[in-house]
């Protein structure tokens, strides 16, 4: 067992630790949502990470997203994420991906070799395809809906898509997966209504949507917890059910106690 990784095992056992360190877990997007989902499943002891993204980080990174430093700007968001992950378990294995998730890029994807999927991607084509591949592959995937114009991470919700509200990142992925068959679909939200941005916030380039504000609560605390998923899902593991057998065996030694006093 690996010392970095002593605290978890106290949790869960090393047994748990030994299937996280054989699973491969592919995020795609590596920014406010996917770098706090890749740091936090490193932290976890997943043995192998496919990090897919073809950004770079820029200034205006800096605000939210775990990897971004005034040393980082203007370098390879995966690369960093690799060099990160290795910081934490020298152990790991990070396979890095220089694109974007599209539809038109989705053959250069095998999921058959992934144990789990995040999507931490912007466009709704590339989610929409995403998901499609992985139910295809019968993979387990969980989607980031939108984090942008919210401040709230206690509004942050996991649920399935068709369960969903407030969200309109929520409601055209709800239509669109309707369509094409998909029955449910495992999804990060937010319940909290979108803020407006002020009068003279950053502006889109032409043809392109609007910028969302953004902050350092929501999309990181998304990404711990779209992390927290996989590794709940990975191991099996149901908190409600433990919390259950640990009191038992409390009662247990309280009436073992009583019977001995």
Not at 173 to 189: I, N, P
Request: contains cysteine.
């Amino acid at each position: 067992m690996y010392e970095q990784f002593a605290r978890f095992a106290l949790l869960f056992g090393e047994e748990a630790l030994e299937k996280l360190s054989e699973a491969r877990v592919a995020v795609f997007g590596a920014g406010g949502v996917g770098g706090n989902a890749i740091e936090a499943l490193a932290r976890s002891g997943v043995g192998t990470i496919d990090i897919i993204d073809d950004d770079v980080f820029s200034i205006s990174n800096l605000n939210r997203q775990v990897l971004s430093t005034m040393e980082t700007i203007g370098r390879s968001k995966v690369e960093v994420a690799r060099e990160r992950v290795l910081a934490i378990n020298p152990e790991a294995v990070v396979n890095i991906h220089k694109t974007f998730y599209l539809p038109d890029t989705r053959e250069e994807f095998d999921f058959d070799c992934y144990d789990y999927v995040v999507d931490a991607i912007d466009t709704v084509s590339g989610k929409i395809a995403l998901i499609l591949q992985a139910k295809e592959a019968g993979c387990p995937v969980i989607s980031s809906m939108g984090c942008g114009n919210k401040t709230d991470p206690t509004r942050l919700v996991i649920d399935d898509i068709y369960k969903t509200s407030v969200d309109p990142l929520a409601r055209v992925m709800r239509r669109e997966l309707k369509k094409r068959g998909v029955k449910s679909c495992k999804v990060l939200y937010s319940t909290e209504k979108a803020l407006k941005p002020y009068e003279g916030a950053e502006e889109a380039p032409e043809g392109k949507r609007s910028v969302p504000g953004s902050t350092a609560f929501v999309p990181p605390a998304a990404g711990i917890m779209i992390a927290w998923q996989v590794v709940m899902d990975l191991l099996e593991f149901d908190p409600k059910k433990r919390y259950e057998e640990d009191e038992k065996r409390r009662q247990r030694e309280r009436d073992n106690m009583q019977r001995k006093g």
